[in-house]
């Protein structure tokens, strides 16, 4: 555990701010407040920065889930960051085009991010998951602009 002996440290700022927040939460709880959801989240808020200061680790990411799918009959859901459309095979018709006058084929790139169903980022999922379950989940949403519905 950390110390410090400054008042005004952030790490004594964090605990002043958490013990601020849990006693307006126990007045909250004395007086049967009913907004005692709003100083309960506060607390936890609190509760949390302190957590995440002493241990040195960001909270974690939660991504808008894009679509769901099952990795080995468990439910996730994947978040789409980026998708590029497939180009077709185009064949020049200029005056003087010849059969080197043509830009190939390209293939649709997709990044994607497979998360719980809280929308959390689940590596042991991706590594649960088969490369044939992978190209599943890239055909399965129909794209609609530059991101699957």
């Known amino acids: 555990m950390k110390f410090s002996s400054d008042p005004d440290s952030p790490l004594n700022k964090l605990r002043i701010g958490l013990k601020d927040a849990k006693d307006a939460l126990v007045e909250a709880n004395k007086r049967r407040d009913p907004r005692r959801g709003k100083y309960l989240g506060a607390y936890n808020k609190a509760r949390h920065a302190l957590k995440y200061y002493v241990t040195g680790t960001p909270p974690a990411k939660r991504y808008p889930v894009d679509f769901e799918i099952k990795i080995a009959g468990i439910p996730a859901g994947v978040c789409v960051l980026s998708y590029e459309k497939a180009k077709p095979f185009v064949q020049h018709t200029f005056s003087g085009a010849g059969p080197g006058d043509y830009e190939p084929p390209e293939f649709a790139e997709v990044e994607f991010v497979i998360t719980d169903r809280k929308g959390y980022k689940a590596d042991w999922l ?24």
């Open 126 to 149: 991706r590594q649960k998951s088969t490369e044939s379950e992978i190209i599943q989940l890239l055909e399965k949403g129909e794209y609609h602009g530059d991101k699957p519905p």
